[in-house]
């Protein structure tokens, strides 16, 4: 694949559903133990990390695919532990 070729759609179109989910955010922030302030701070860099990981996935799709994915597979991770975190009985 040479580097000038474009992303393909299907790959942007996976970016967006892996980043849709940030915008569930003020609903995780209501929700988050607040007994605990370390979930509030992960919470808070929880929508940057995802904002740079697609951005990474999108930018290293055309010269390194297999990172694109695992950067991915990745936010779909950070995605459910997020939730996890939140939903979660915390008791510390």
Do not use: N
């Not at 474009?6 to 607040?34: E, S």
């Not at 799709?61 to 939730?83: E, F, G």
């Amino acid at each position: 694949m040479s580097s000038l070729e474009k992303v393909p759609r299907l790959v942007i179109a996976a970016i967006l559903l892996l980043v849709l989910p940030v915008f569930q955010m003020p609903g995780l922030l209501a929700a988050a133990p607040a007994a605990i302030p370390f979930v509030r701070v992960l919470l808070w860099v929880y929508p940057f990390y995802i904002a740079v990981a697609a951005y990474l996935a999108y930018v290293c799709y055309r010269t390194r695919p297999l990172v694109s994915w695992i950067l991915m597979a990745l936010m779909l991770l950070t995605h459910l532990a997020m939730w996890h975190l939140v939903y979660s009985d915390l008791k510390m």
